[in-house]
């Protein structure tokens, strides 16, 4: 039982150390010039647009494409 407390004490006394021995970070100043990457800006529009392009249209024509008579058609065989 005391090599036990002695170890939670040990573990304890560890975190401690590691806690108190890290050093503040600090962040980069805001650069208003080089902010605003306007693929970023394009991007927020586009991407939304090809989410509901995938769940529309992409995804309804492979599972149609994965049932007869569509998968002979396209000569799909990966049974």
Do not use: C, K, Q, T
């Amino acid at each position: 039982m005391r090599a036990r407390a002695r170890a939670w004490l040990a573990a304890f006394l560890g975190l401690v150390l590691l806690g108190s021995s890290s050093v503040p970070a600090f962040a980069e100043e805001y650069d208003a010039s080089s902010a605003g990457n306007p693929l970023r800006i394009v991007s927020y529009v586009v991407y939304p647009v090809g989410v509901i392009f995938d769940y529309l249209l992409l995804r309804p024509m492979y599972w149609v494409g994965s049932h007869e008579p569509f998968r002979s058609l396209f000569g799909r065989d990966d049974e």
